[in-house]
């Protein structure tokens, strides 16, 4: 499990650009496709923005690319707390990725029944084993990844690939990939900063289980944690 301190946020951004092109050039190479996944948050948004900058103008890697979200906030598609919002301002808005590869979570409404269509989606792009070939994740800071919250039933979901739920804290609920499928990629990137997430990063890569991101750990896959100096802080302490 790769475990990277860089000096700052910007940092880890073009350290997980790097990551992202050498993995979706492997992809593209070996198979003619790249399944990712993006995640949400202020660190990735970053990394995204290099991304665009580093490979706007390559059309054959995004021709073989083939997008998906990690979780979903439901809420219109245009709304300043979309993570869909996010990733087309920040990256897929500024290269040539064709419009059919891009799979956005559509939870609006039924949350039950898009969770459920989303899964048939990856279904359908993937097989019946679904192996994302690159998953970006983010960390809170009370140690959840995606929308897999401390305490939530979800955690023990070993079947269903596409989950629901909700904060005690938000008026809209969410749509979220499960430990399920994440833990079958081939590559799995956390993206942190800050010295806000300094205690929930101790914390998950203690195995602490009260922190979700904790259980990812890809059967078959890598996992890279790439970290800046302020959320690194506390590591090495006890307790």
């Not at 475990?3 to 992202?20: K, P, Q």
């Not at 919002?85 to 040539?96: I, K, N």
Request: contains cysteine; aromatic residues 6%; charged residues 25%.
């Amino acid at each position: 499990m790769p475990l990277e301190v860089h000096t700052d946020a910007r940092a880890v951004a073009m350290r997980g650009a790097e990551l992202f092109l050498e993995s979706v050039h492997a992809a593209v190479h070996a198979r003619g496709r790249c399944g990712i996944v993006l995640s949400g948050g202020s660190t990735p948004r970053a990394t995204y923005e290099e991304i665009a900058r580093r490979a706007g103008n390559d059309r054959a890697l995004w021709a073989g690319a083939q997008v998906f979200w990690g979780d979903e906030r439901c809420v219109p598609a245009d709304d300043e707390r979309s993570n869909e919002r996010m990733a087309r301002e920040s990256l897929l808005a500024r290269v040539p990725i064709p419009a059919r590869h891009v799979f956005p979570m559509r939870c609006m409404g039924d949350a039950e029944a898009a969770a459920r269509r989303y899964e048939d989606l990856i279904r359908e792009h993937l097989g019946a084993m679904p192996r994302f070939d690159l998953v970006f994740l983010g960390l809170g800071d009370d140690g959840h990844t995606a929308s897999l919250f401390p305490g939530n039933a979800l955690l023990e979901e070993t079947e269903r690939w596409v989950g629901v739920t909700r904060r005690s804290s938000e008026s809209f609920t969410r749509i979220t990939l499960t430990l399920a499928v994440i833990n079958l990629a081939a590559r799995v990137i956390f993206l942190v900063s800050g010295a806000g997430k300094a205690e929930a990063l101790q914390r998950a890569l203690a195995g602490d289980l009260r922190a979700p991101a904790s259980l990812v750990q890809p059967a078959n896959g890598d996992l890279y944690w790439l970290v800046d100096a302020a959320a690194a802080r506390r590591l090495g302490e006890s307790g």
